[in-house]
T-cell receptor
């Protein structure tokens, strides 16, 4: 089983739609969780950290479910500019572990 | 804003050449990292450093070495480039408080092609 697993997609959604991604992780001792965004041929950029109480930043909401060992990212009112790959990131013992990403394509 | 810069965006080298990839960060971060990213494999950690002159192996250190002579600079060295080292190389840095598992900030990447 991979340490961090994501559905690769692509998720094709129209502008204005709500879309959600999940990510599962295997290490129950993990304490740090993040979502990064990566545009095509660019570097990953931090989108948001994920806290036990959840985290909301504008149209983006991240949730953590420790019991089931997954984190989620919800994007409301999708924009064309949200088209990107979203990487789920979880800490291991001495490093961050990156998922392979979920690709989102928003169309007009 | 955190700024991480890498010496080249695109690089083409021949098999057997020694290759140097340079990374500089301007936020006085303790930790620096080198990853490679390949389609379907995600980011894989090559080496990291949590202090000047310190280095730790990541998941795939074979064929690579690193150097950290100054806090702001972390170099990745391919001793003898091979075609299977064709990849996107990403440098990252993070502040100290939680060590290597803290938020990381990435440079723009170097797309290396080994012929």
């Amino acid at each position: 089983r991979k340490e961090v697993e994501q559905d690769p997609g692509p998720f094709n959604v129209p502008e204005g739609a709500t879309v959600a991604f999940n990510c599962t992780y295997s290490n129950s001792a993990s304490q740090s969780f993040f979502w990064y965004r990566q545009d095509c041929r660019k570097e990953p950029k931090l989108l948001m950290s994920v806290y036990s109480s959840g985290n909301e930043d504008g149209r983006f909401t991240a949730q953590l479910n420790r019991a089931s060992q997954y984190i989620s990212l919800l994007i409301r009112d999708s924009k064309l500019s949200d088209s990107a790959t979203y990487l789920c990131v979880v800490n291991g013992a001495d490093k961050l572990i990156f998922g392979t990403g979920t690709r989102l394509q928003v169309f007009p | 804003d955190v700024k991480v810069t890498q010496s080249s965006r695109y690089l083409v080298k021949r098999t057997g050449e020694k290759v140097f990839l340079e990374c500089v960060q301007d936020m006085d971060h303790e930790n620096m990292f080198w990853y490679r990213q390949d389609p379907g494999l995600g980011l894989r950690l090559i080496y990291f450093s949590y202090d000047v002159k310190m280095k730790e192996k990541g998941d795939i250190p074979e064929g690579y070495s690193v150097s950290r002579e100054k806090k702001e600079r972390f170099s990745l060295i391919l001793e003898s480039a091979s075609t299977n080292q064709t990849s996107m190389y990403l440098c990252a840095s993070s502040p100290h408080p939680r060590g290597p598992t803290d938020t990381q900030y990435f440079g723009p990447g170097t797309r290396l092609t080994v012929l």
